[in-house]
């Protein structure tokens, strides 16, 4: 389940009103941390868009980076099939690990002064971005309206755009091209969640076509 504060109450916190919570780089899919949350953690992380956890040892509500400025923003937040332990889909800002590491899980290694930047990491994003409006059926979302239209109505939507994104290639200025790119790979994005389908799935067809030809 996608946690929104909508269905906030639908999380199953039990007597004991903490849950774990991986924090997961939506970028580079690393494993950051593992804290703990209890509704009101969750709940503020969810308004303030940033990881707020619960601090067992102070027993205190604490903003990840409020002091360092290490943040975390959250992209999305989901449950397990029990709904009793949280996956914080997150892009970080600086080191997860108070110990000066990109991870809690990086052992001995040390932080690099600069971390290279993941390939494509809007795509994630927009990925992201796409699947919460579809599980929440957000009101007036043009992705909501457009996946309700039915498999038949993306793929022509798929279809005109890439027509569009063909002859702008073929005739248009870059910008043109740019952008109907653009609107292609939004409509493609629309079309492979709507089947359940992933990005990734795509990524690892074209990693194992070109492992083919190695």
């Not at 941390?33 to 209890?38: C, E, I, R, S, Y």
């Not at 994003?125 to 007036?140: D, F, N, Q, S, W």
């Not at 292609?184 to 074209?206: C, I, K, P």
């Amino acid at each position: 389940m996608i946690v929104t504060l909508a269905n906030l109450a639908e999380v199953a916190f039990g007597d004991g009103q903490l849950l774990p919570a991986i924090a997961q780089d939506i970028d580079s899919g690393e494993v950051l941390m593992l804290a703990w949350m209890n509704p009101e953690a969750l709940r503020q992380t969810l308004q303030r868009g940033r990881a707020v956890f619960w601090s067992r040892s102070r027993a205190a509500l604490w903003e990840k980076g409020e002091t360092s400025g290490n943040t975390l923003t959250l992209i999305t937040c989901h449950t397990d099939c029990d709904r009793d332990a949280l996956l914080l889909l997150v892009r970080a800002h600086g080191p997860a690990c108070h110990q000066g590491t990109l991870t809690c899980f990086a052992g001995d290694a040390l932080l690099p002064r600069e971390r290279a930047a993941p390939a494509l990491p809007f795509l994630a994003k927009l990925e992201a971005i796409v699947t919460a409006r579809l599980t929440a059926a957000e009101p007036g979302s043009y992705t909501v309206k457009l996946a309700s239209e039915g498999p038949k109505r993306l793929a022509q939507k798929v279809g005109e755009e890439g027509l569009e994104t063909a002859l702008a290639a073929a005739a248009g200025s870059d910008t043109e091209f740019i952008g109907e790119a653009a609107d292609l790979l939004y409509h493609l994005t629309v079309a492979l969640r709507a089947r359940g389908l992933s990005l990734a799935a795509v990524e690892n067809e074209l990693r194992r076509r070109h492992a083919a030809r190695s």
